[in-house]
């Protein structure tokens, strides 16, 4: 390809103080070219020196040796689509490199060129004023690609589940009226017969399962109409691959276990948590790692993952809470597990959601519980702690918050109910000393 090279002046400063040199580069990333400005960080006046190269493997090492003759020690780059992987993997032995968000680096309209958003990544990482992804290390990723495949292929499934569903629909078959399952050992043996060119439905119907909650009347009645011959092969066709489908899950599932094997422990203490199961726990360590180590705080890991309420502030005042969009996988795996986790009987999950719901509503409680999740998680994972469910709070608080709560709702139906409290050990002493209720026993029991 054609190399430009030229500099240009980025700043301009009055009286320019020299200061330890470190050399910092910003790469524009294409599919087919990457444009590379270079500057000194520790000059007030810098002068950039930009050339542009290929994105092939030879392209890549010319790039690299000319970043080494510059004595580049930090390099930024876009996260444009996929194609900074790549450039990501030949950087990342040689130098510190920096992954922006595209939207961080935005030019006003009409003034954006390759070589200038090269050179404002510099400007701006300089400056601290990029947003920077995070971006872990090669064996985690690696995880990452394997349980973000199986999340791919899972939906792949489901999506073809759906497919073969209103093709049977269409064909005249109410097979999924009686049955729960379409692609369950009962479903797939009758869907096989019709398949291969069988429409008697006294045969199909003795392929059923006696088990099944339908009776033999209508399981025959689902199956009277005889499609035809298009839909029959388009019907083998989808069950060829839905089988494939599911051995490709396997072998992807038998890859994850093994690839995590040394992280064993920390996925048998995950999966201590309700609602977070053997799968749930592995795609937990592949997006976060085994012990969390890239977040100091649990509020940063919330944070992180999208599950903390975010601020739109103006004039002091926060015009929205909406959760930012944060990590996708993540957010989709908690999701489902707080679902899961409340149903959890005696937990402190329900607990949660009983005191939420009449305020916030399902969807809102069910992402404040996915919030307790995650500060959970990261305990595990951090502090590396076994998970112990203690159950309903049973704190005095909690207590008496709950005992004016169900008065309240006795009062509300129409009942004229007092109570006296009964004295604790600690009151009933304080209250054979004076003789009559102490300060502490009023606080408590709202006396008067």
């Not at 400056?127 to 872990?136: H, K, N, Q, T, Y």
């Not at 990723?141 to 073969?164: E, P």
């Not at 103006?314 to 989709?332: I, M, Q, V």
């Amino acid at each position: 390809m054609t190399v430009r090279n030229f500099r240009v002046r980025a700043f301009s400063a009055s009286t320019p103080e020299e200061s330890m040199s470190y050399i910092v580069a910003g790469i524009d990333v294409h599919k087919k070219v990457l444009m590379v400005a270079v500057a000194d960080a520790g000059q007030m006046d810098p002068e950039f020196d930009c050339r542009g190269f290929g994105t092939t493997a030879s392209e890549l090492k010319h790039l690299i040796a000319w970043l080494q003759e510059r004595g580049v020690a930090e390099v930024v780059m876009e996260s444009t689509a996929q194609y900074w992987k790549p450039v990501w993997l030949a950087l990342e032995p040689h130098c510190k490199p920096n992954l922006a968000q595209a939207q961080s680096n935005r030019a006003r309209k009409g003034r954006k060129t390759d070589f200038k958003d090269a050179q404002r990544l510099v400007r701006r990482l300089i400056a601290g004023e990029l947003i920077l992804s995070f971006v872990p290390e090669a064996e985690q990723r690696s995880m990452r690609t394997i349980t973000r495949r199986r999340v791919q292929l899972v939906r792949d499934r489901i999506r073809l589940h759906s497919q073969l569903e209103c093709l049977l629909e269409e064909a005249r078959i109410k097979l999924s009226s009686v049955i729960s399952d379409l692609l369950g050992a009962t479903g797939r043996r009758i869907l096989t017969e019709i398949a291969g060119g069988e429409s008697d439905p006294e045969k199909l119907a003795a392929r059923g399962d006696q088990r099944l909650k339908c009776t033999p009347e209508q399981l025959r009645d689902a199956l009277t109409a005889s499609p035809e011959p298009v839909p029959r092969q388009l019907l083998g066709m989808y069950l060829e691959q839905v089988a494939f489908l599911d051995g490709q899950i396997e072998k992807v599932s038998l890859l994850a276990a093994e690839t995590m094997l040394q992280y064993q422990d920390a996925i048998t203490r995950l999966s201590a948590v309700p609602g977070i199961r053997v799968i749930s726990a592995q795609q937990i360590i592949a997006e976060v790692g085994a012990t969390a180590a890239s977040f100091p705080t649990a509020r940063q890991f919330s944070s992180w993952v999208g599950a903390s309420p975010g601020r739109q502030e103006s004039a002091g005042e926060n015009e929205s809470s909406r959760c930012p969009k944060g990590n996708r996988y993540l957010r989709r795996v908690l999701y489902n597990a707080a679902q899961a986790a409340v149903k959890t009987k005696n937990s402190s999950f329900q607990t949660l959601l009983y005191r939420l719901l009449p305020r916030l509503g399902y969807k809102k409680t069910i992402w404040a519980v996915a919030r307790h999740l995650t500060l959970v998680i990261w305990k595990i994972l951090h502090d590396n702690v076994q998970y112990e469910e203690r159950g309903e709070a049973s704190t005095p608080q909690a207590n008496k918050r709950r005992a004016l709560r169900l008065l309240q709702e006795l009062r509300k139906l129409g009942y004229a109910v007092d109570f006296t409290p009964a004295l604790n050990p600690s009151l009933a002493d304080d209250f054979r000393r004076s003789g009559r209720p102490s300060i502490r026993y009023c606080l408590e029991n709202r006396c008067t």
